[in-house]
């Protein structure tokens, strides 16, 4: 294990519903901290007082800021993977057509619940251990749609490794512009009936 990987663990994992709660506070503070102040304002003194404790509480869960957001970004990026992951689940053996809608919707859902969260966490994402944590929600993501697609009624496959990962490029793409303001006024309103229009084409026409 690295010097770099050992700082960004936590210094225990809770386990009774006290310490469980006490670390739920410890997340949704720091989400609160990095929305309304930014990342280089997002320190442990200031997650602590909007948490409502001392510095010295949060320390018992975190050596540093550092293992705090690593931490806060691994269960944003998990809730995300679960939610693909559940879908892609629910659809196997379902129709392309099916799976795109059901895929679509899960994975906007999913992203945008908290719109300010996931662009918050973007900065995140680029600090020590971001793009390696990013990288293994991905590859989850993309292994649960192989699957899926691998499994289709109406269609086989050549490469489904393949299709799939144009497939979950092609919803991260979009709703990454929404999220960094490149998009126009309408653009989110429309942007489940038209990837749902993109997938299920993508999807029918791929060998």
Request: charged fraction near 15%.
């Amino acid at each position: 294990m690295t010097m770099m990987n050992t700082t960004l663990k936590p210094r225990k994992t809770p386990l009774q519903a006290r310490s469980t709660a006490t670390v739920e506070a410890l997340h949704t503070a720091t989400i609160q901290v990095l929305t309304r102040e930014g990342l280089s304002r997002c320190t442990t003194t200031r997650v602590a007082r909007r948490a409502g404790m001392s510095v010295g509480s949060l320390y018992q869960y975190y050596p540093n800021r550092d293992a705090l957001l690593a931490a806060v970004l691994e269960n944003h990026l998990d809730g995300i993977a679960t939610a693909v992951e559940t879908v892609c689940r629910q659809q196997q053996g379902a129709n392309t057509a099916e799976m795109a809608r059901a895929l679509a919707a899960a994975f906007l859902a999913a992203k945008l619940r908290d719109p300010q969260e996931s662009r918050a966490l973007y900065a995140v994402a680029a600090e020590r251990g971001g793009a390696q944590q990013a990288a293994q929600a991905y590859g989850r993501m993309a292994a649960s749609i192989t699957a899926m697609l691998a499994s289709a009624s109406n269609k086989t496959f050549a490469d489904p490794a393949l299709i799939a990962t144009v497939t979950l490029s092609s919803l991260i793409g979009p709703v990454r512009a929404v999220l960094e303001g490149h998009t126009p006024p309408g653009f989110e309103a429309a942007l489940e009936t038209q990837l749902i229009v993109l997938l299920s084409a993508w999807l029918q026409a791929a060998e």
